[in-house]
């Protein structure tokens, strides 16, 4: 990184967001960009609610919190946003189109050394990367919902991503205080979210074929394998919408029936069910807060 240290990110929704904060908090000066400007309003609302928690829980003293904000601003113009940046983090919906699209516009606005990375779940960096012409510059740095949460980064290097490229994505990890973890080679979904979705997989089978509800699947994924979480509130918690879109991605690169979404996930979506953010999923939190 130069001596700027300057930090990127492209899309304010769930992720990008908090991705943001996290390079804040960081010490790097950050631009959190987004088209809509009614989602900026509402991702700065959101931040200032966290980080007010965060330090009535003494996680971090007004002084920092303070301190990060002024490190952080918001924009609606990409050009702009890009300018100045050392690191881009992409935090756009999961479709390949879009993410290429995106990609496209850092490769005129951004300068040469600037390094690209897809904040995707599933989609590899290669799939990308040609649509720019520094694709030893682009890598994967796929965060966890929510990133302010949890603490882990998968590194996905493409056969074309420079050990270079991969030492900064693992440097600006330390620095936000991420555990990085290097993946030397790609594959579609990575290490956790492949295990993951084989879990969710048997989960919904086992639910679909009747065998037991989804509620007792949970329970069961909970009591007896000492899950935090079950399967279905995680699906509920990262969003039905992007269980589908990521499922959609893998069955094209795939061809197998088995990647596609899921009846009952296609269903709610359909209905508009998406979970925690829209109230209402596999379970209803229309009564229940939703923090973070």
């Known amino acids: ?13 769930s992720m990008g967001h908090q991705i943001a904060m996290l390079s804040a908090l960081g010490g790097y000066e950050t631009v959190i960009q987004d088209i809509n400007e009614q989602a900026l309003q509402d991702a700065e609302s959101k931040l200032h609610a966290i980080m007010d928690r965060w330090v009535s829980k003494e996680k971090i003293s007004e002084d920092e919190k303070m301190k990060a904000f002024q490190r952080l601003r918001f924009s609606q113009d990409i050009e702009e946003a890009v300018q100045e940046a050392d690191l881009v983090i992409e935090a756009v919906t999961e479709k390949l189109d879009v993410k ?10 951004a300068p040469a050394h600037t390094v690209f990375a897809t904040n995707s779940s599933t989609i ?53 205080n991420r555990t990085g973890v290097l993946l030397e ?18 989960a919904v089978s086992l639910y679909e074929q009747g065998i037991a509800d989804f509620k007792d699947i949970d329970l069961i994924c909970k009591k007896a394998l000492n899950h935090p979480i079950g399967p279905f509130e995680l699906m509920d918690l990262s969003g039905l919408d992007v269980a589908q879109f990521v499922m959609e991605q893998r069955y094209q690169e795939t061809g197998d029936p088995a990647d596609k979404p899921f009846a009952c ?13 829209t109230g209402k999923g596999f379970y209803d939190y229309s009564k229940t807060a939703v923090t973070k």
């Open 1 to 13: 990184m130069s001596e700027g240290k300057n930090v990127t990110v492209i899309g304010s929704g």
């Open 100 to 109: 290429r699209e995106v990609f496209k516009k850092l490769e005129a606005y």
């Open 124 to 176: 590899v960096n290669s799939l990308i990367a040609d649509a720019t012409n520094r694709p030893d510059k682009v890598v994967n740095m796929h965060f966890f919902f929510p990133p302010l949460v949890m603490d882990l980064v998968e590194v996905v290097k493409s056969e074309e991503t420079s050990d270079e490229t991969a030492a900064l994505a693992m440097e600006v990890c330390r620095e936000i």
């Open 185 to 202: 080679k790609e594959i579609s979904g990575f290490v956790a979210n492949r295990i993951l979705g084989a879990l969710q997989k048997e």
């Open 265 to 277: 996930i296609l269903e709610k979506v359909e209905k508009g069910e998406l979970g925690r953010k």
